[in-house]
């Protein structure tokens, strides 16, 4: 999980932060990113995909990364903007935002997925990065835990939908309780579910 990492410092690359995404695919709600630098003391074990972990353990993790890593910041693009300019374009621009609000500047970018960002500083781009990259990794689950968090926030402002439970995603659930009542407010109304009720 270290691989990525050590490569990027043997080429002399000091401060390498590894960019993670989640929320592209829920019909409501914004899309998250996370930047996170760690150091190389970094102590926590049992970091991986965010998907691969159960809810309690990816709490007790994003504990652990904020208490430990060196640096640690977010990226968010709202439904609106998703709307405006599509989930992908989104997902990238949430993702750089999280790399320029990183208080120190990094040096070099380990990015999961198969997208660049636009953003000068020299990046790697890995297919599976969050199951392959211990940085990336990291990202993936302060992602996660933020977007669930909001989530269930919004699901006590729309209880109708049972965000608490989905978190946005397109559950049987979720699109039978948007044929009962439309769409609210942080529904993406571009895609397919939301479409016919926007």
């Known amino acids: 999980m270290w691989t990525f990492e050590k490569n990027a410092q043997k080429r002399g690359y000091a401060i390498v932060a590894g960019i993670d995404e989640v929320g592209r695919g829920p019909l409501a709600g914004p899309v998250v990113s996370a930047a996170v630098v760690l150091g190389d003391d970094f102590p926590v074990t049992g970091i991986t995909d965010s998907k691969q972990v159960s809810s309690k353990q990816r709490d007790n993790l994003y504990n652990q990364i904020y208490q430990h890593a060196q640096a640690i910041s977010l990226g968010m693009v709202s439904h609106e903007i998703i709307d405006q300019i599509n989930i992908l374009q989104a997902a990238r621009l949430s993702m750089l ?12 970018l380990l990015i999961d997925g198969i997208y660049q960002i636009d953003s000068p500083i020299p990046q790697e781009i890995i297919k599976k990065g969050d199951q392959r990259s211990i940085s ?32 946005g995603y397109g559950t049987k659930k979720h699109r039978d309780a948007i044929k009962k009542h439309g769409i609210c407010p942080i529904h993406r109304k571009t895609f397919k579910g939301c479409l016919e009720y926007a």
């Open 97 to 108: 935002y999280a790399v320029e609000k990183l208080q120190n500047p990094p040096e070099f």
């Open 136 to 167: 990336i990794a990291s990202a993936s689950i302060i992602a996660k835990v933020t977007r669930d968090r909001m989530m269930i926030k919004y699901a006590l402002e729309y209880p109708e939908y049972g965000f608490e439970q989905h978190k």
